[in-house]
């Protein structure tokens, strides 16, 4: 038999699972598409590496995000020291559902501006000198994740435990 | 500020066109507008840039790395380009033979591919005759007679035994001679009478031998060897020469820069020639000056010929007029993020300074650590003061110093320092504590909803700022009577709107139906001016009333600053995760531990300043781009590109 204070606890735990998980599963495949895409860029002009490196960082940041969620859901239920605090199923839910932003929008914008970022490798092969512009395009997807990730920490901030 | 520019026609005989052009590319302040679309076909010239190319990139290869300390290591990544004076220049131009130089590095590069192909060749060569090196036997001899025939041929070790006595045993008029073992082989020479080589096939095959197929050579296996031998020796000896004379080319590497730039130069004098219009005996040339140069270029050009003439034009209407953005110098280095948005039209406002104190407001905010922005400041000033670096380059840097500086003030009022919590500062140290604690007034960790609203109304303080461009821009435009209705009922709206959440919050000491009557103000005075432009007076008042629903534009504009607080968030709880991670680490071993810790905490913090620097500079910039710039300009203007001495490798320096 499990505890109903396990079951808080085990939900929490997916809940930071997901957040980190989701964001970071996001990240690390659009980061390798726009890899992919700047290697083509890069066999034929080396010099252009900084640049596009930069677009290739760009989705890579919702996986930054995904573990920020993560890592508070761990700090306010004490996991990272001072002592684990017993969480009721309700509160669990809570944290869990409070994780979703972060890890689910996450997931799609990074693939979604990863498209985008491995276009604009495009831009900075053809126009060197535009090549602010297609980093500017990337951080219009980004958008929606920094709103998912600012969604999840004002929720759990707004979440009280214990 | 956009540069106010003349619109000139140049004209004088054709006999002064170089001439004129040289000082025109020297000048490197004239925009030439294209007269005729001229054929911009092949140029000699491109042939000859082609070559000095391919002898640079083939140079490239066998350049030796050179000894460099720090400084001009870094020098050279961020600034690339020889620094060269006008006389060197002219010098090199003059003196050096580059043709000459060119037809050796191509003679080189063609002696270079046969030599290493025939290396090749024989390596190859030699590898297939190596385990019969020692045969001192012509075996095109056996082939002449008429009953006895060969096989060469390899067996693994393990079989050898079996494979000996077996053919002894069953195979009659046979030969066998083992020549060499080499690894897990052993290496044969099987000489047999014609009439048993089914026999002897058939056992082959059954034992494990492997037959080896041999070029004929006409000689002796030994003597062929030592003729490769030899064969590779010579070749060795050409390679090495061949190396040689590359290596003495390499040093050229330099002065073919300045070649292939040189060319260059011509090559665009060449384009220019295309765009300008010419009779018989006269050219001219269309463009764009400053108007603070123009006495400037009329002088150098009365200097080479008396024959000129230079007419100001009339700017027509909807013309595209080129942009030149100047500033004073701070604003000067916030240039840097206009340009990655683009130019704005000619009869628009320059962004620069408007965008600038809220650039680095935003910026502070979303990189948020004082210790962060300390370290960017103190990176940047070592940059600037200790690297030898061209204007441009500088002023990038620059902008990375204020950002720094203001980031640090920031992180100072958030109290965050490299992600520590200043109440866990120990006793030792109470008066930093203590100062520290004073100074943070806000915690955007424990309050976000704080740090929420400053974002949120800053955003509304930037577009009110925006608007307020607009019409401050309009009316100086003497466009007074657009500007007033177009923006100033919005800027009362939005403002009466910001004084009633002010008020009802109990933040601003008002009584509440004050507020609202003003809000319900500012409406009607939107919904009576913003239908104006209908002609029909039915359609005036329903048009005023859609156009509220531009509300919801600001609403939304004003939302997307929430970033601010989530980007300031992510870089502090980032911050404060790499020093747990470090704690734990120290925790876990003695000694190993700590150094361990040492390495987290410097490359994890390094690494979260780079991908937040990026982070918040990309997020304000944005902000700027479609939140701010909208509100009073189009943007899409042509940028201004003088015709002038830019090279790819070398940069001129004026010794006056």
């Avoid at chain 1, 980061?31 to 080396?46: H, I, K, Q």
């Avoid at chain 2, 911009?40 to 290869?61: H, M, P, T, W």
């Avoid at chain 2, 060119?102 to 190596?130: G, N, P, T, W």
């Avoid at chain 2, 919005?490 to 601003?508: D, E, G, K, T, V």
Wanted: positive net charge; charged residues 25%.
């Amino acid at each position: 038999m499990i505890k109903t204070m396990e079951i808080g606890l085990i939900l929490t735990i997916i809940g930071a699972v997901l957040a980190a998980g989701l964001a970071g599963i996001g990240s690390a495949l659009g980061v390798r598409l726009v890899g992919e895409v700047a290697s083509g860029l890069v066999a034929e002009d080396p010099e252009k590496f900084g640049k596009v490196l930069l677009l290739q960082a760009l989705p890579g940041t919702q996986g930054i995000y995904g573990f920020l969620g993560a890592i508070m859901v761990m700090q306010k239920i004490g996991l990272l020291g001072g002592g684990i605090k017993s969480i009721s199923p309700e509160v669990g839910w809570q944290i869990l559902l409070a994780c979703l932003p972060v890890g689910v929008v996450g997931l799609i914008s990074a693939l979604l501006q990863a498209k985008v970022a491995a276009a604009g490798v495009n831009i900075v092969a053809k126009k060197p000198t535009e090549s602010g512009k297609p980093i500017i395009f990337a951080a219009m997807v980004e958008t929606y994740a920094v709103l998912g990730l600012l969604v999840t920490i004002l929720l759990l901030n707004g979440i009280k435990v214990g | 500020m956009v540069t106010p520019l003349k619109k000139i026609c140049i004209i004088s005989s054709l006999e002064n066109e170089e001439k004129i052009l040289n000082f025109l590319q020297d000048f490197g302040n004239f925009h030439v507008f294209e007269f005729r679309k001229g054929e911009v076909g092949k140029f000699d010239l491109d042939y000859q840039i082609a070559k000095v190319n391919f002898s640079l990139e083939f140079l490239k290869n066998f350049k030796k790395k050179e000894r460099e300390n720090l400084k001009e290591k870094l020098t050279k990544v961020i600034s690339p380009k020889i620094e060269i004076d006008i006389k060197k220049l002219e010098e090199t131009i003059s003196f050096f033979n580059w043709e000459k130089i060119i037809q050796e590095v191509e003679k080189a590069e063609i002696d270079l591919s046969e030599v290493s192909f025939q290396i090749k060749r024989i390596d190859e060569e030699m590898k297939k005759f190596y385990p019969f090196k020692n045969l001192d036997l012509n075996l095109e001899e056996i082939k002449k007679t008429k009953n006895f025939s060969f096989i060469l041929g390899r067996i693994n070790l393990n079989y050898k035994e079996k494979f000996l006595n077996g053919l002894e045993k069953k195979i009659k008029f046979v030969e066998v001679r083992e020549i060499s073992q080499i690894e897990k082989n052993s290496y044969f020479l099987i000489i047999f009478l014609k009439e048993v080589e089914k026999d002897l096939e058939k056992f082959l095959e059954e034992n494990h031998f492997e037959k080896e197929e041999l070029p004929p050579i006409y000689t002796s296996f030994k003597n062929y060897y030592k003729k490769l031998k030899e064969e590779k020796k010579n070749f060795e000896a050409r390679l090495n020469e061949i190396n040689e004379k590359i290596d003495n080319l390499v040093p050229y590497i330099d002065k073919l820069k300045i070649i292939f730039d040189w060319l260059n130069w011509q090559k665009e004098k060449d384009e220019v020639k295309e765009k300008s219009a010419k009779t018989s005996y006269t050219f001219a040339l269309l463009g764009w000056v400053e108007e603070s140069l123009l006495n400037h270029l009329k002088e150098g050009i009365s200097k080479i010929t008396k024959e000129y003439e230079i007419l100001e034009l009339p700017i027509k209407e909807g013309e595209t007029i080129p942009i030149l953005l100047k500033n004073k110098e701070f604003f000067s280095d916030f240039e840097t993020v206009t340009n990655v948005y683009g130019a704005p039209l000619y009869h628009e406002p320059d962004p620069t300074p408007f965008l600038t104190p809220f650039f680095i407001l935003f910026f502070a905010i979303c990189l948020s650590d004082a210790g962060y922005g300390l370290v960017l400041a103190i990176l940047s000033l070592f940059i600037i003061k200790f690297l030898k670096l061209p204007k441009k380059n500088k002023k990038f840097f620059r902008l990375f110093l204020w950002l720094g500086i203001a980031t640090f003030f920031v992180g100072a009022l958030f109290g965050s320092w490299f992600g520590i919590e200043i109440e866990t500062i120990p006793d030792s140290l109470k008066p930093v504590r203590d100062f520290l604690l004073k100074i943070k007034i806000i915690d955007p960790v424990k309050n976000p909803l704080q740090l929420l609203i400053i974002s949120l109304v800053l955003g509304i303080f930037q577009i009110l700022t925006g608007l307020s461009i607009s019409l401050w821009w309009k009316i100086k435009n003497k466009m007074v009577k657009e500007g007033i209705f177009d923006h100033l009922p919005w800027i009362f709206l939005i403002s009466s709107i910001l004084i009633f959440i002010a008020s009802s919050s109990n933040f601003l000491p008002m009584p509440k139906n004050f507020a609202k009557y003003l809000v319900l103000a500012g409406a009607i005075f939107v919904v009576l001016t913003q239908g104006r432009k209908q002609k029909s007076i039915f359609l005036k008042i329903p048009a005023g009333i859609i156009s509220l629903y531009g509300l919801i534009g600001y609403l939304s504009d004003t939302l997307s600053y929430s970033r601010l607080l989530a980007l300031g968030l992510a870089t502090s709880i980032i911050a404060m995760v790499i020093n747990l991670i470090a704690k734990i680490f120290s925790q876990m071993l003695p000694v190993v531990g700590i150094l361990a810790s040492f390495l987290v905490l410097i490359v994890g913090h390094l690494f979260n300043i780079g991908i937040n620097a990026l982070g918040a500079f990309i997020h304000s910039a944005r902000l700027q781009f479609v939140e701010f710039f909208p509100k009073f300009m189009e943007g899409g203007g042509a940028r201004f590109k003088p015709f002038k001495k830019e090279g790819k490798y070398i940069r001129i320096i004026n010794n006056d």
